[in-house]
C-alpha cells in the first residue's frame, strides 16, 4: 500500500512538471512567474526580457504574425492558426531616459510552436496581439490597444519546433516589446495520466 502511494505521488509530481510549458532559457531573458502587470512602467529594466506562462489546454481560435515553423523574421508569416494550445508571454519594458539594449536569447517550450503574435512595423495597434490578450494569465494585466506595443521589426526573429530565437532584437524607451507565443499541447501529459490510471488499475487488482 505505502509503495502504490509513493508511486502516484511521483507520478502526480510528473504530471505537474509536465505541464510546467516553458521548458528554459538562454541569453537575458529570465522566466518568472505571471506577474501583476505588463503595462507601461511594469517590470522596468535595462538588462533582461521577461517571460512566463500564460493559459494552458485552451481551445483557441486566432491570427498570427508568425505561422510558419521553421521561419525566420522579418519577413512575418501572418496567417491563421486554431486547436489546443498552450499560451505564453514574453515582456520588455526598458527603463530609464534614452534606456536602449539589445536582446539575445532563447526560450524553448514542451511543445511545438504554433504562432507568434506581435506588432508588425506599421500595423498600428497591435490587433492580432490585442485580440489574443483572453490567453492572458489570470490576475496580470495587459495593456491592450496601447499604441506602440509589439515589435519594432528590428533584428530578427526565428522560430524553429519548440524554440523562439531572438537575435539582435533593440529594445528602446518609446516602445513596449511585447510577445504571444502559443505552442502545442504536448502528449507527456496524456501519457501520464494514463500510467496514473493504470497505477490505481494495479492496486485495484492486487488481493
Known amino acids: 500500500m505505502r509503495c502504490t502511494t509513493l508511486s502516484l505521488v511521483a507520478l502526480a509530481g510528473f504530471i505537474s ?27 522596468l529594466t535595462n538588462v533582461n526580457a521577461f517571460a512566463f506562462n500564460e493559459q494552458q489546454n485552451r481551445t483557441f481560435a486566432g491570427l498570427g504574425d508568425i505561422t ?41 517550450f514542451n511543445g511545438n510552436i504554433v504562432a507568434v503574435m506581435l506588432s508588425s512595423p506599421g500595423n498600428i495597434p497591435p490587433a492580432n496581439l490585442d485580440a489574443t490578450d483572453g490567453l492572458g494569465a489570470f490576475g496580470t494585466a495587459y495593456p491592450t490597444g496601447f499604441p506602440t506595443r509589439g515589435w519594432n521589426g528590428l533584428g530578427t526573429i526565428a522560430i524553429a519546433g519548440p524554440t523562439i530565437t531572438f537575435n539582435n532584437v533593440v529594445v528602446q524607451t518609446q516602445g513596449l516589446d511585447q510577445f504571444r507565443v502559443v505552442t502545442q499541447v504536448p ?21
Open 68 to 108: 510558419v515553423n521553421p521561419s525566420v523574421a522579418p519577413p512575418l508569416t501572418p496567417g491563421p492558426w486554431a486547436g489546443l494550445i498552450n499560451s505564453h508571454f514574453i515582456h520588455v519594458n526598458p527603463g530609464g531616459t534614452g534606456a536602449i539594449f539589445t536582446l539575445n536569447g532563447t526560450v524553448t
Open 187 to 207: 502528449a507527456t501529459g496524456s501519457a501520464a495520466l494514463l500510467g496514473l490510471a493504470g497505477l490505481v488499475s494495479m492496486r485495484r487488482r492486487r488481493p
Open 17 to 43: 512538471t509536465a505541464q510546467a510549458s516553458i521548458v528554459g532559457t538562454t541569453g537575458n531573458i529570465l522566466q518568472i512567474a505571471p506577474p501583476v502587470s505588463v503595462n507601461p512602467g511594469a517590470l
